[in-house]
């Protein structure tokens, strides 16, 4: 009797993405961005892929539709994950996210012990995965995370640069020019 063969390899681990996967969802994260920004968001979105590479989780910055400081994309979507698995632990998932992320999501995917994060655009002025800091190294971090950057770079700091070139515009630009960019 032959055995059934594993459908997955590693089942412990993040679901390995080619690189037409990885620029499948990003394209679908730049897209659901960029209509985050026509809300007034800084047009950044992520989402939580399990080990099996289904979607448990998706977020957009709520910032300023919930004056929330924590509502950055990689925060809401990994909040949405737990909840629906139970599990604050990421060790087997993947989370893909349009820009860099900042200290305080960097801080939160070490936590959270993500088990790979994949990003587009590099963010030079507040990127903690390497532009300014690399969390995932320091030596705080008590957890390895694999870690991918510039998955359709240049469409994504395209789009940011044009919302923010757009923002500035504005007769109120001189707020848009203080905000965060992640
Ligand atoms: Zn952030």
């Known amino acids: 009797m032959t055995k059934a063969k594993p459908e997955f390899e590693g089942l412990n681990g993040p679901v390995t993405l080619n690189e037409e996967q990885q620029k499948f969802w990003m394209g679908l994260l730049l897209r659901r961005a960029e209509a985050n920004g ?8 992520a989402v939580v892929l399990d080990r099996r590479g289904r ?6 910055n709520t910032r ?10 990689e925060l809401v ?5 737990s909840r629906l698995r139970g599990d ?26 993500m088990g790979h994060l ?3 655009a590099r963010d030079p002025k507040r990127g903690a995965m390497g532009s300014t800091i ?12 694999q870690v991918t950057g510039g998955v359709l770079e240049e469409q994504a700091s395209a789009m940011l640069a044009t919302w ?18 992640s």
Do not use: K
């Open 55 to 60: 979607c448990v989780g998706f977020g957009g």
């Open 38 to 45: 026509r809300e007034g968001e800084v047009p950044v979105s």
């Open 77 to 81: 979507a990994m909040r949405q994950a």
């Open 88 to 113: 604050w632990r990421f060790n087997d998932c993947t989370l893909l996210v349009t820009l860099e992320p900042c200290p305080m999501c960097a801080g939160a995917l070490v936590q959270a012990r």
């Open 118 to 120: 994949i990003y587009a």
């Open 64 to 73: 300023e539709r919930e004056q929330d400081p924590l509502g950055h994309a």
């Open 164 to 181: 923010f070139r757009q923002r500035r515009r504005r007769p109120d630009g001189s707020v848009e020019a203080r905000s965060r960019t």
């Open 134 to 145: 690399n969390l995932a190294e320091h030596c705080s971090a008590h957890h390895v995370m």
